[in-house]
């Protein structure tokens, strides 16, 4: 099961963190680009070596990386050849990947995202998905979850500022967000692992705290992916509620915070790579020790 494989890994690490790979080409120092050019080639190339050297600053301390499938689909076929040889080349680094894809769609739509996801060039170990459409739109992958020890997130109370508008109506005596986790529960009941976790996990903002702390009671054994810490304002505080008493269950990811670590510096224009590379490992240990340390005095 993919959630025994992310535990063993966070295990192995002491750490819950996920680093974001989202590059923006203007996010990508001169160290980085070297002597490429700005056709889409060089452009997909400038996107990989980026991602390789954050990969390669911070493979060590943390077990997973998240690339938000949008920047590489936004560069066209370099950024999507990009985004695989990313997903290549964390493999080898020890990393499991989860390709933040959000599909969702009928069935037979869902069956073919599922096969691009889950197979060949874009192969993740796990995929958000957006439950909109309904259990057919999620069964599909439900398959690899059990077979090919696969995992998926579904979308249930996202960290933008207008996830309300939609997540927070009434259903009944419930919210939509909370009547939908009751749903992602029971859908993740038969694919439970050795440390009682399910491949079925669910996507919750670390920006709404109070929301966070009750979905996490209301699914104990369901993987949490938090986006939102760091430049969408989430620290520990806030994430430490993620996580059941045995101090598992959630993965908490980071995105800009660790790609622009580097602007810290007094002039990022002219950073190294080496120095490049010291930016993003001491913002994946400060983000390391931040939740560590919330979860420490839960103990």
């Given at each position: 099961m993919f959630a025994d494989r992310l535990i063993e890994k966070i295990?192995?690490?002491?750490?819950?963190?996920v680093m974001g790979l989202d590059p923006r080409p203007e996010m990508i120092p001169r160290c980085i680009w070297g002597d490429l050019g700005d056709s889409d080639q060089d452009t997909g190339l400038a996107v990989f070596r980026f991602n390789r050297a954050l990969i390669d600053a911070v493979y060590d301390i943390i077990p997973a990386v998240k690339l938000q499938i949008a920047f590489y689909?936004?560069?066209?076929?370099?950024?999507?050849?990009?985004?695989?040889?990313?997903?290549?080349?964390?493999?080898?680094?020890?990393?499991?990947?989860?390709g933040d894809v959000k599909r969702g769609d009928i069935s037979s739509t869902a069956?073919?995202?599922r096969r691009a996801h889950f197979n060949g060039y874009m192969?993740?170990?796990?995929?958000?998905?957006?439950?909109?459409?309904?259990?057919?739109?999620?069964?599909?992958?439900l398959q690899s979850c059990s077979r090919d020890g696969k995992g998926i997130y579904i979308l249930v109370k996202t960290s933008n500022p207008s996830s309300g508008d939609l997540q927070d109506l009434r259903v009944a005596d419930e919210y939509l967000y909370q009547y939908l986790a009751k749903k992602v529960s029971d859908w993740g009941n038969p694919y439970k692992g050795k440390y009682g976790y399910s491949a079925v996990g669910a996507v919750v903002g670390a920006t709404y705290p109070e929301e966070l702390m009750n979905l996490r009671d209301i699914m104990p054994h369901t993987p949490l992916l938090v986006p939102g810490y760091g430049a969408q304002g989430g620290n520990g505080s806030h994430v430490v509620h993620a996580f059941n008493s045995d101090g598992?269950?959630?993965?908490?990811?980071?995105?800009?915070?660790?790609m622009g670590a580097y602007m810290k510096a007094?002039?990022?224009e002219n950073v190294t790579g080496?120095?490049?590379?010291?930016?993003?490992?001491?913002?994946a240990l400060r983000m390391k020790q931040d939740i560590v340390g919330e979860l420490a005095k839960r103990s």
């Open positions: 295990k192995e690490k002491g750490n819950p963190s689909e936004a560069l066209g076929l370099e950024g999507l050849r990009a985004y695989g040889r990313t997903i290549d080349y964390a493999r080898e680094r020890g990393l499991l990947v989860i069956e073919a995202y192969e993740c170990d796990a995929i958000t998905l957006n439950p909109f459409l309904g259990y057919d739109s999620i069964q599909p992958f598992l269950g959630a993965l908490i990811n980071s995105s800009r915070k660790i007094e002039k990022p080496q120095e490049f590379r010291e930016y993003a490992r001491a913002e």
